[in-house]
């Protein structure tokens, strides 16, 4: 089965960019998409097949992917960002969710 | 309004069944593929399985971890998929979310969560 793999955590400063990380072997042969968690909500797509933004998503985060690694980006970080994220890639019949990172704007 | 609404979550023991639904409304249900996604307290997301549309057979898949107890149908005519889960372990403890998945939009709608507990 597929395995990707994110960092804990990450930290930033209001304005400053956050850049989150999602590596695994599976990313090198099917996209990869984003998902946005705050507490006591359920997730939100923020970012689908590696770079297109979600209708409504602000243009502030964008993705990328190189090799075996996708990364989201968000730009002027705001501290409504603070949230978990998720990555998930996967074939037809074989899907895996990153293990999460916490964004932490302090 | 794109809406999902997952129900039949509670308390089960060990070893017992338990059947979710989830109601959907605000698009064409028969066009979509349903997923399910669960989420034990305080850990990350984990995909269940999905089952695609009639035009893609009704198609299934699971996830290795439940694959065997679990199974997941729908009935266009009630806009309402399902997940039949069977022989329960307490590791299957977990809010179980239902999502849809339609064109290039991957999970781009959830429900807002039914709660299994899996204890005796």
């Known amino acids: 089965s597929y395995e990707l793999t994110q960092l804990p955590s990450v930290s930033v400063s209001p304005g400053q960019t956050a850049r989150i990380t999602c590596s695994g072997d599976v990313l090198g042969e099917n996209y990869a998409d984003w998902y946005q968690q705050k507490p006591g909500q359920a997730p939100e797509l923020v970012i689908y097949e590696d770079s297109e933004r979600y209708p409504g998503i602000p243009e502030r985060f964008s993705g990328s992917t190189s090799g075996n690694t996708t990364t989201l980006t968000i730009s002027r970080v705001l501290t409504e960002d603070e949230a978990d994220y998720y990555c998930l890639s996967g074939d037809e019949d074989n899907v895996v969710f990153g293990g999460g990172t916490k964004l932490t704007v302090l | 309004e794109v809406q999902l609404v997952e129900s039949g979550g509670g308390l089960v023991q060990p070893g017992g069944s338990l059947k979710l639904s989830c109601a959907a409304s605000?698009?064409?249900?028969?066009?979509?593929?349903m997923h399910w996604v669960r989420q034990a307290s305080g850990k990350g997301l984990e995909w269940v399985g999905r089952?695609?549309?009639?035009?893609?057979?009704?198609?299934?898949a699971y996830a290795a971890s439940v694959k065997g107890r679990f199974t997941i149908s729908r009935d266009d005519s009630k806009n309402t998929a399902y997940l039949q889960m069977n022989s329960l372990k307490t590791e299957d403890t977990a809010v179980y979310y239902c999502?849809?998945?339609?064109?290039?939009?991957?999970?781009?709608?959830w429900g807002q969560g039914t709660l299994v507990t899996v204890s005796s």
């Open positions: 605000g698009f064409t249900f028969s066009g979509s593929a």
């Open positions: 999502t849809r998945s339609i064109g290039s939009y991957p999970h781009d709608y």
């Open positions: 089952i695609r549309s009639k035009a893609n057979s009704y198609a299934t």
